[in-house]
């Protein structure tokens, strides 16, 4: 349920021992990204650089870059030493925070002919009107959960420096998208755990006085999430609803009638990628991620290039494509994310000709089983109250949205 926040009584803000600037994505240094991202309590493989990469170079064309860098005052840009410059640690360690930040209106002239299926169910919660100019969390398309990457101990200042620079009208000239300044900041698929959202919650509360903003703080959606902790399979099977774990037992038991099921998982190559492509279409058709449309080309696009950056990250990898086979026959394929405690199921294809074999089912039931024998805790459904997620056991996290905006003119 949305949540107008009043605004706090007029006050002269406290200086903040940190300040924000916008700073080109190319020009932060990798290993700052990676340092932040490892020292950040709510990151999540949705926060890597791997992602914001292969997301700008998918889809550069839709929005506008607006990362903001936080640094102790009076250190220097990042871009004004060159962004191949990492070999400077004065400056690469001086970056205390990143918050990862795109803008562009609400609603762009080529939306109808460009979105794939993850856009056109529309905005939840409050809207803004289509021509606002928004700033989003950057790459929000496309990924579950968005923070700030920040040391815990630097929190409250980034997140004061942050909403300063909103303020002073610093973030809100680009020349590639002229000079209108932000209508509404669109905070969304901030975890309910994430100490940044309260952070940065608080620090904007202390300027609406200042400022004419207005707040609101709402549930966007939810992730279902399913323990794996301390079971093997046949204990957590022995944990589900009676009906799910007997229908799931009966249709493993069918397909083990047909041959061997079993998860394998491969090699990010673009042949592993195309295989995944051809079975997600072959299930979804046109309500897929990769039709032949401007959409379906970017997805396409983006998770090509998100393989190929992830393929030479090594023992860092966390992309991870697999597939399920009964006997030879591949019947389902997956493309999730594994950090070494947590699975995150991002999507799926199957065999629509394999309904003998419950693809659905005993695809997600070997893919699971995988990840539980692996040791994973947890394995995340991601965004989406699907009925069948549920079935898995899977308990709702909420994720949640902040939408700050404009209530007089600045």
Same mark, same amino acid.
């Given at each position: 349920?949305?949540?107008?926040?009043?605004?706090?009584?007029?006050?002269?803000?406290?200086?903040?021992?940190?300040?924000?600037?916008?700073?080109?994505?190319?020009?932060?240094?990798?290993?700052?990204?990676?340092?932040?991202?490892?020292?950040?309590?709510?990151?999540?493989?949705?926060?890597?650089?791997?992602?914001?990469?292969?997301?700008?170079?998918?889809?550069?064309?839709?929005?506008?870059?607006?990362?903001?860098?936080?640094?102790?005052?009076?250190?220097?840009?990042?871009?004004?030493?060159?962004?191949?410059?990492?070999?400077?640690?004065?400056?690469?360690?001086?970056?205390?925070?990143?918050?990862?930040?795109?803008?562009? /209106?609400?609603?762009? #002239?080529? &939306? !109808? %002919?460009?979105?794939?299926? @993850? +856009?056109?169910?529309? *905005?939840?919660?409050?809207?803004?009107?289509?021509?606002?100019?928004?700033?989003?969390?950057?790459?929000?398309?496309?990924?579950?959960?968005?923070?700030?990457?920040?040391?815990?101990?630097?929190?409250?200042?980034?997140?004061?420096?942050?909403?300063?620079?909103?303020?002073?009208?610093?973030?809100?000239?680009?020349?590639? /998208?002229?000079?209108? #300044?932000? &209508? !509404? %900041?669109?905070?969304?698929? @901030? +975890?309910?755990?994430? *100490?940044?959202?309260?952070?940065?919650?608080?620090?904007?509360?202390?300027?609406?006085?200042?400022?004419?903003?207005?707040?609101?703080?709402?549930?966007?959606?939810?992730?279902?999430?399913?323990?794996?902790?301390?079971?093997?399979?046949?204990?957590?099977?022995?944990?589900?609803?009676?009906?799910?774990?007997?229908?799931?037992?009966?249709?493993?038991?069918?397909?083990?009638?047909?041959?061997?099921?079993?998860?394998?998982?491969?090699?990010?190559?673009?042949?592993?990628?195309?295989?995944?492509?051809?079975?997600?279409?072959?299930?979804?058709?046109?309500?897929?991620?990769?039709?032949?449309?401007?959409?379906?080309?970017?997805?396409?696009?983006?998770?090509?290039?998100?393989?190929?950056?992830?393929?030479?990250?090594?023992?860092?990898?966390?992309?991870?494509?697999?597939?399920?086979?009964?006997?030879?026959?591949?019947?389902?394929?997956?493309?999730?994310?594994?950090?070494?405690?947590?699975?995150?199921?991002?999507?799926?294809?199957?065999?629509?000709?394999?309904?003998?074999?419950?693809?659905?089912?005993?695809?997600?039931?070997?893919?699971?089983?995988?990840?539980?024998?692996?040791?994973?805790?947890?394995?995340?459904?991601?965004?989406?109250?699907?009925?069948?997620?549920?079935?898995?056991?899977?308990?709702?996290?909420?994720?949640?949205?902040?939408?700050?905006?404009?209530?007089?003119?600045?």
């Amino acid at each position: 349920m949305t949540q107008p926040l009043a605004a706090a009584p007029l006050e002269t803000p406290v200086a903040p021992s940190l300040v924000a600037r916008p700073e080109p994505f190319s020009a932060i240094p990798r290993d700052a990204w990676d340092s932040l991202l490892a020292a950040t309590p709510a990151a999540t493989p949705f926060s890597r650089w791997t992602i914001h990469r292969a997301w700008w170079d998918a889809y550069g064309s839709t929005a506008h870059e607006q990362y903001l860098i936080c640094t102790r005052a009076g250190s220097d840009s990042p871009a004004e030493t060159g962004p191949a410059d990492t070999s400077d640690m004065s400056a690469t360690s001086d970056i205390r925070a990143i918050l990862p930040l795109m803008h562009r /209106h609400a609603v762009e #002239p080529d &939306d !109808a %002919i460009s979105a794939t299926v @993850l +856009r056109r169910t529309g *905005p939840s919660g409050r809207l803004v009107p289509p021509d606002a100019k928004v700033i989003y969390m950057a790459a929000s398309y496309h990924i579950d959960y968005a923070t700030m990457l920040c040391q815990p101990a630097d929190l409250a200042g980034a997140a004061a420096a942050v909403v300063e620079s909103f303020a002073s009208g610093a973030t809100s000239s680009d020349p590639d /998208h002229g000079d209108q #300044p932000w &209508d !509404a %900041i669109d905070l969304r698929r @901030l +975890r309910h755990d994430d *100490p940044a959202r309260p952070a940065l919650e608080e620090a904007f509360r202390a300027q609406l006085g200042r400022h004419g903003w207005d707040l609101c703080q709402e549930v966007e959606d939810v992730c279902p999430v399913a323990s794996l902790q301390g079971a093997d399979w046949e204990g957590y099977l022995a944990s589900l609803d009676k009906k799910a774990r007997h229908e799931i037992r009966r249709k493993m038991r069918r397909a083990e009638a047909a041959g061997e099921v079993t998860f394998s998982q491969s090699q990010p190559t673009p042949e592993a990628v195309a295989a995944f492509i051809e079975l997600h279409q072959a299930r979804w058709g046109r309500d897929g991620l990769f039709p032949d449309t401007a959409g379906g080309h970017r997805s396409r696009r983006f998770l090509e290039r998100l393989a190929e950056l992830e393929a030479g990250e090594g023992d860092g990898r966390q992309l991870q494509l697999g597939q399920v086979t009964v006997g030879e026959r591949v019947i389902f394929a997956t493309v999730g994310f594994d950090d070494g405690t947590t699975c995150y199921f991002y999507n799926a294809g199957m065999d629509p000709d394999a309904r003998a074999l419950s693809p659905g089912v005993t695809g997600t039931a070997a893919y699971l089983r995988d990840r539980l024998q692996a040791g994973r805790q947890c394995f995340d459904f991601l965004r989406g109250d699907e009925p069948y997620k549920y079935e898995w056991g899977a308990v709702d996290q909420p994720i949640h949205r902040l939408l700050i905006t404009r209530t007089v003119d600045a």
